[in-house]
């Protein structure tokens, strides 16, 4: 189930519809039932040329909520240009409110993939509303941010993304940094390939790209999509893959962007890569800007 047929349910839905995958069907859900209806009618004139067969339907309500293994929030306020991730935090905490328990009155004992923001405060209010195991209610974290800083490394390299390993940690915001005492290709560690002026600014574009983006076109909507893709095809495939997805970290007691390794029922355990001084630092800042932000959320709840 897709909550949320804007920008980035649409494209996550159209991402799944044009790649290989383990997904049977798509259930789309939106307020404005007509724009969901519409969507399912497009993507499936799709089907037939499609790499996979799936079923793709909308509903008007949360009834099939309980068949579903992975149900994948969207829904809320769109970022506008000049606003941070937090300035949406009341408003899509409320939204939220009302999906988890409709979602979860419906009988859902699945998988919650939150991808609205701000995502690591939405992914800890949807593991309080649901009362689901924290290893089943995950964020899309900074998996697409991580997914930025390759591709600018590999760029300034030479080299093709997948070959970079490297994260993006912390906070899905303004917080977040790069975890460049871990980052390497074929095991050469990067802070030996790159100046440190050539680190900051890599940094920099893959924390800062969102606001390039949305300054230009309004949205993003197809990295993420692609994104959160790769993570429905790793519970749906079992992968045990390692992504920077948002999950509860038990020492600071919030959510936030870390390698994880995600399988069939969610996280099996979040990795603890060693961290220097100054990326331990940095931890605790993005750490600290994830309370206040949580603060704010449940203010009027």
Not at 25 to 40: K, S
Not at 59 to 83: F, L, S
Not at 84 to 110: C, H, P, S, W, Y
Not at 182 to 207: C, F, P, Q
Request: hydrophobic share 45%; proline share 2%.
């Amino acid at each position: 189930m897709i909550v949320g047929t804007g920008n980035v349910g649409a494209s996550i839905a159209y991402a799944l519809v044009n790649q290989r995958t383990s997904t049977h069907e798509i259930i789309l859900v939106d307020l404005n039932h007509d724009d969901a209806l519409g969507e399912a009618m497009d993507l499936n004139d799709a089907i037939t040329v499609a790499p996979s067969f799936l079923k793709i339907n909308a509903a008007n309500d949360y009834c099939a909520a309980g068949d579903c293994d992975i149900c994948v929030i969207t829904a809320g306020a769109n970022q506008k240009v000049g606003e941070t991730r937090t300035d949406l935090v009341q408003k899509n905490a409320r939204i939220l409110k009302e999906i988890v328990n409709q979602v979860m009155a419906a009988g859902f004992k699945g998988i919650f993939v939150i991808v609205s923001n701000p995502v690591d405060t939405l992914s800890y209010l949807a593991w309080q509303y649901s009362g689901l195991p924290a290893e089943r209610v995950i964020g899309s974290g900074t998996i697409l941010d991580s997914a930025r800083l390759r591709f600018a490394i590999a760029q300034k390299i030479g080299v093709h993304p997948k070959s970079v390993h490297a994260y993006q940690v912390g906070e899905h915001g303004d917080s977040e940094f790069a975890l460049w005492s871990a980052a390497n290709i074929g095991g050469e560690r990067l802070v030996k390939l790159l100046s440190d002026s050539e680190r900051t600014e890599i940094e920099k574009t893959a924390r800062e790209k969102a606001y390039q983006i949305i300054a230009k076109k309004g949205a993003t909507h197809f990295g993420i999509a692609t994104c959160v893709v790769q993570i429905i095809n790793c519970i749906f495939g079992d992968e045990r893959r390692v992504l920077s997805i948002s999950s509860y970290d038990d020492c600071a007691k919030v959510y936030n962007g870390f390698p994880a390794i995600l399988g069939k029922n969610g996280v099996i355990r979040r990795l603890m890569p060693h961290l220097n001084e100054a990326e331990g630092v940095k931890m605790q800042q993005s750490i600290n800007a994830l309370r206040a932000t949580l603060a704010i959320a449940e203010k009027n709840q």
